[in-house]
C-alpha cells in the first residue's frame, strides 16, 4: 500500500478532498520543502496533516461521535488559508518549472512533480475563492 499526499479544503466544518494520489509530492516531500525555503514560502510539509495515517498505522479508534478521520481532521487537522497555499504552491511549481532539478536517482520524477503542484494549486486557488483553509492529508 502506497502513502500519498491528498489535497484538502476545509469550510464551514466541511472537509472536501480532491482525493487525487500525490504519490510524487509525497515521495519528493523533503527536496520539495528545500525548495519551498530558497523561494522563501512556508515547506509544504507544515501543510501536512497526519490524523488519516495515524489512524491506519497505529489503529487508533475515531473520536466518539465521529465516523470518518475528515472529521476527526475538520476539527484537529493542520490547515492553512488556501490564499497563503496558493503563494507557496505558485513560487514552488514557478521554481521547479524554471530549474527542473532531478527527483529521484533511478528514474527524474520531475514531470510528475510537476503536474502534482499544478493540480494542487488548481484545488488550492478554487478552495481560496470559498475563503477555505487548505491541507494536504497523508493518506495510505
Not at 520539495?32 to 501536512?48: E, K
Not at 527542473?100 to 527524474?108: A, M, S, V
Request: glycine content about 4%.
Amino acid at each position: 500500500m502506497s502513502t500519498v499526499l491528498w489535497a484538502n479544503r476545509l469550510s464551514d466544518g466541511a472537509v472536501v478532498s480532491d482525493q487525487s494520489d500525490k504519490y510524487a509530492l509525497h515521495k519528493h516531500l523533503s527536496q520539495l520543502d528545500r525548495i519551498a525555503t530558497a523561494a522563501g514560502s512556508p515547506r509544504l510539509s507544515s501543510w501536512c496533516d497526519m490524523i488519516d495515517l495515524r489512524s491506519n498505522v497505529e489503529d487508533l479508534s475515531l473520536p466518539e461521535g465521529m465516523t470518518s478521520t475528515d472529521q476527526w481532521m475538520a476539527i484537529d487537522g493542520v490547515w492553512v488559508d488556501a490564499s497563503e497555499a496558493v503563494r507557496g504552491l505558485a513560487a514552488v511549481l514557478e521554481a521547479v518549472e524554471t530549474k527542473r532539478p532531478r527527483f529521484g536517482l533511478l528514474r527524474n520524477d520531475c514531470d510528475a512533480v510537476i503536474a502534482e503542484l499544478r493540480e494542487s494549486l488548481a484545488f488550492a486557488r478554487d478552495a481560496a475563492e470559498k475563503a477555505a483553509k487548505f491541507n494536504f492529508s497523508v493518506v495510505m
